[in-house]
């Protein structure tokens, strides 16, 4: 075939999330790879109700297995590294690092570092409220060096409902992404200088050409970073 590129698990937690990384990583590797060229790609993912009621229970070991098994099944399809594009997952990377068969990719890692090399001081956190409620992002942007802010706690929790009521199921409302635009006009007068686009739907409504800060897209960076872990 003369593709040498590395097959590539996805962890897949959402299906709009799972399925945006996996179009960005078949239609982006052909500008690296030639026409049509894209590596392997194979994709395990739980029903998200398994991973919510985990989340609901505070159970991060419970992710953790979900993770292991999809990681599991994806090393036996062939798969050579891993991939979530999941961020608040994330939080149970801890408990599936040791365990894992394969190797994997850390979403918050990838977008951190892209903001490091952006030159980027203090960065705004938008996703689920488990994920901006948690360590997931401080502990990778303090490690860098760098800054962050979350949003008040109401607007965590209208962006949570609107993630995980709305985006999860492909629904965009006007009002919706006027609500993201404004949370992202009050990071920008707290002094963030960029935004995380911490869930793997946020891109479906936000990017750069309607957000007064400069969006780091973690679906869109984990996917790249996929490419060239793969080539």
Known sequence: ??????????VGCSAEGAALCYKTICTESPKILGEHVHP???????SLADYVDCLNSNDLAGIGELMLSSANKLQLQGAEFL???????????KYVEQRSPLPWLHIAEVVVDSAKQQNFKKLGILGTKWLVESDVYPQKIECMGLTWQRPSNQDIDEIGRIIMKE????????????YFQNVISRL?????????LGC????????????????????????????????
Request: with cysteine; charged share 15%.
């Open 1 to 10: 075939m003369g593709n040498s590129a590395k097959h590539i698990g996805i």
């Open 40 to 46: 392997e790609i194979s994709m395990h993912t739980h």
């Open 83 to 93: 991939i979530c594009p999941d961020n608040t997952i994330h939080q149970a990377f």
């Open 167 to 178: 985006l999860v199921y492909g629904i965009f409302k006007p009002e919706s992404i006027s």
């Open 188 to 196: 920008k007068d707290q002094g963030c200088d960029a935004v995380i």
């Open 200 to 231: 793997t739907e946020i891109p479906l409504i936000i990017d750069d050409t309607n957000s007064l800060l400069p969006t780091l897209n973690s679906n869109r960076l984990l996917a790249e970073a996929a490419i060239k872990a793969a080539t």
